[in-house]
T-cell receptor
């Protein structure tokens, strides 16, 4: 149990376009979902935390108008990178946690975004 | 500020034992996690410690000392597939995960 999927697994887009990444918890209800970004050979960087039905909480330095997060249900969160530029090219990873226990985060497989 | 320290890189031999240390200074403590991340992949959960002591899970064990702000991940009978980055993360008083930069473990035959 506790499987998280992401779609797409990779995407290449032109500069200026918008890209939507989906994160789904397949076999549990995720009270909280997290979006991370990871540049090559660097650690995970938390971008934002979202709870179902409420606005996401963004980390300092992350532009909320550029990285739109929607957490419409307990099993789906989306991240939209608006007007993407080459510097947005990165590995985007979502994770989800459920209430109770250790609040362990279950990670999706990640989405590799390349902006040309 | 909040800080998680772990070595940048370690090298070990196949079949041997390796210990990866993690020290932390955080505002509060609500548990410590170890994750494994292979290159180009997302992290996978290895262990969770919230009380002092050793948690053993197969070839992997994790130890915690809250008074020392210290944890280690012990990997036994190393296999080539254990070559990966190992991430230490601490949940602070706000239940926010603070991530270490990760330790890249290189296994040599």
């Amino acid at each position: 149990g506790a499987v998280v999927s992401q779609h797409p697994s990779w995407v290449i887009c032109k500069s200026g376009t918008s890209v939507k990444i989906e994160c789904r918890s397949l076999d549990f209800q995720a009270t909280t979902m997290f979006w991370y970004r990871q540049f090559p050979k660097q650690s995970l960087m938390l971008m934002a935390t979202s709870n179902e039905g409420s606005k996401a909480t963004y980390e300092q330095g992350v532009e909320k108008d550029k990285f739109l997060i929607n957490h419409a249900s307990l099993t789906l969160s989306t991240l939209t990178v608006t007007s993407a530029h080459p510097e947005d090219s990165s590995f985007y990873i979502c994770s989800a946690s459920r209430a109770g226990g250790s609040n362990e985060q279950f990670f999706g497989p990640g989405t590799r975004l390349t902006v040309l | 500020g909040q800080n998680i320290d772990q070595p940048t890189e370690m090298t070990a031999t196949e079949g041997a034992i390796v210990q990866i240390n993690c020290t932390y200074q955080t505002s509060g403590f609500n548990g410590l996690f170890w994750y494994q991340q292979h290159a180009g992949e997302a992290p996978t959960f290895l262990s969770y410690n919230v009380l002092d002591g050793l948690e053993e899970k197969g070839r992997f064990s994790s130890f915690l000392s809250r008074s020392k702000g210290y944890s280690y991940l012990l990997l036994k009978e190393l296999q080539m597939k254990d070559s990966a980055s190992y991430l230490c993360a601490v949940k602070d008083s706000n239940y926010q995960l603070i991530w270490g930069a990760g330790t890249k473990l290189i296994i040599k035959p």
